[in-house]
C-alpha cells in the first residue's frame, strides 16, 4: 500500500414527502457540492435528498439550512450522515448502473461493461464518478427522449448544458447533433467527470466543459444566445433561472429543463410562461417530468 490516504466523501440525507423535497434541497446545496433526488419508496410519496460533500461539512451551515427547511415546509427531517472512501462510491455507483437502452437512438453503458457497437444507437460510454446523471434517473432518461424528438425537426447549432453532471446530456447532443456543445457545471469534481466523459467518448473536441455558476458566469453569457439549452437540475433554481434562460435563447429557440417531480411540472411551468416560453411538449418518466419550451419568434438554421 502506497500510504497515502484514500480521498473520502462526506454524505448527507433527509427522506421527506414530495411537497418538502425543494426546502430540503437548498438546505444540502448549502454545504454540498452535489445534490441529487432519489424515491425513497414505491409509490414516490417520500423521496430521499441526497448530498456530496468533498470536505468536512460546515455543521452550522447545515444546521441552519435543515431549520430554514424545516420552518418553509413544515416538515421535520432527520438527516443521516456517513462517510465513504471515494472508491466506494465509485464501486456503488458501478453496481448500480447497468445498460440503458433509452428512447430510439441512445445507449448509455458505464466503464465498467463491455464494449462495442449496437447497430442503429449511438453509444455513450460513461463514468458517473460522483456526478449525477447516468441514464438510469428519469429526468436524464426524459431530457435524452426529448433532445431526440428535437432533433427530428430542429438543428440548433449553439447548445449549452447547464449543470452537466455526468455530461451525458451534452455528449448525447454533440453525437446526435454533430455540432459543439458548452457543458458547464458549478462543481469541479462533476467538469473533470464530463470532460473525462467527452474524451473517452470521441468528443474531446466538440464538448467543452466549464466550472461556471449559472448564468452569472461570463463565459456562458459571452456564448449567448443558444439555440438549444439543457438544465436537467431541480425545480426550485429552475424556476429562480427561468429569466435568465429566456434571456439567453435564440428567437425559435429551444429549452429542456427537468430534475423535477411530476408535481412540480405545474410550478415550473407556470415561472417559465411568466417569461415567455411556450409549452411545446411534456414527457413523464414515472414521477420525474421534463419540459420542452419554445422561444417565440424564427429558430435560424445552422
Known sequence: MSGRQATRLWLISVTVPAAATDAYAAALETVCASVGLFEADATGTHWRVEGICRAVPDRAALDAGLALAALVSGVLATPEHDTVPAEGWLARTASAFPAQTIGRRFVLRGTHLPRGPVPGRQVLTLDAGVAFGSGEHGSTRGCLIALETV????????????????????????????????????????????????????????????????????????????????????????????????????????????????????????????????????????????????????????
Not at 164 to 193: F, N, Q
Not at 208 to 221: E, F, M, N, V, Y
Open 151 to 302: 432533433a427530428r425537426r430542429h438543428r440548433p447549432r449553439r447548445l449549452l448544458d447547464l449543470g452537466t453532471g455526468s455530461g451525458v446530456l451534452a455528449l448525447a447532443a454533440a453525437k446526435l447533433l454533430r455540432v459543439p456543445v458548452l457543458a458547464t457545471d458549478i462543481d469541479p469534481w462533476a467538469v473533470r467527470t464530463a470532460r473525462a466523459n467527452a474524451r473517452r467518448n470521441g468528443a474531446g473536441n466538440t464538448v467543452r466543459c466549464l466550472r461556471a455558476d449559472g448564468w452569472t458566469s461570463p463565459a456562458i453569457r459571452k456564448a449567448a444566445p443558444y439555440h438549444l439549452v439543457f438544465a436537467n437540475i431541480l425545480a426550485a433554481p429552475l424556476c429562480a433561472m427561468a429569466a435568465d434562460l429566456a434571456r439567453n435563447l435564440a428567437p425559435g429557440g429551444i429549452a429542456i429543463v427537468a430534475g423535477l417531480l411530476a408535481s412540480q411540472a405545474r410550478r415550473v411551468l407556470a415561472a417559465h410562461q411568466r417569461v415567455g416560453l411556450r409549452l411545446e411538449r411534456r414527457l413523464d418518466q414515472g414521477s420525474w417530468t421534463t419540459l420542452v419550451l419554445r422561444k417565440g419568434g424564427i429558430a435560424h438554421a445552422a
